[in-house]
């Protein structure tokens, strides 16, 4: 089941998603002070590649001071309205009885869009 979520995901849309992730990940990594912020785009596009079958964890770091600043930093810099669009685009698959699973994939995205440091993809 997984595998076929995966696959309808990947084609209606995963794939564009993933790639603006990576490719504005790329682009922050071009600074010394961007790069952490490019690896969690990475981190990002690798997760909304192939989301599902996969979850959002805390990380060995996440109650951390760095990951808690960083956090912080994000959200201010542009977190919230990544979080706001999965949160949008889960709230409008979720209307639908077939849209349900992509949805709730939109809402593990932007838990990981909101506060990205500290977390880990299992």
Same mark, same amino acid.
Do not use: R
């Given at each position: 089941?997984?595998?076929?979520?995966?696959?309808?995901?990947?084609?209606? +849309? @995963?794939?564009?998603?993933? /790639?603006?992730?990576?490719?504005?990940? &790329?682009?922050?990594? $071009?600074? *010394?002070?961007?790069?952490?912020?490019?690896?969690?785009?990475?981190?990002?596009?690798?997760?909304?590649?192939?989301?599902?079958?996969?979850?959002?964890?805390?990380?060995?770091?996440? +109650? @951390?001071?760095?990951?808690? /600043?960083?956090?912080?930093?994000?959200? &201010?810099?542009?977190? $919230?309205? *990544?979080?706001?669009?999965?949160?949008?685009?889960?709230?409008?698959?979720?209307?639908?009885?077939?849209?349900?699973?992509?949805?709730?994939?939109?809402?593990?995205?932007?838990?990981?869009?909101?506060?990205?440091?500290?977390?880990?993809?299992?």
């Amino acid at each position: 089941m997984k595998f076929l979520g995966n696959i309808l995901w990947f084609v209606l +849309g @995963g794939f564009i998603i993933s /790639l603006y992730y990576f490719l504005v990940g &790329l682009f922050f990594c $071009i600074t *010394i002070i961007g790069i952490p912020f490019g690896l969690q785009l990475i981190k990002l596009a690798g997760f909304a590649l192939w989301p599902f079958g996969h979850d959002v964890q805390p990380g060995a770091n996440d +109650g @951390g001071c760095l990951s808690i /600043l960083m956090n912080v930093i994000w959200i &201010l810099v542009g977190g $919230i309205e *990544i979080a706001m669009l999965h949160l949008t685009f889960g709230v409008v698959l979720c209307i639908t009885i077939v849209g349900i699973p992509f949805g709730l994939q939109h809402f593990k995205m932007a838990l990981l869009a909101l506060v990205p440091f500290g977390k880990k993809i299992s």
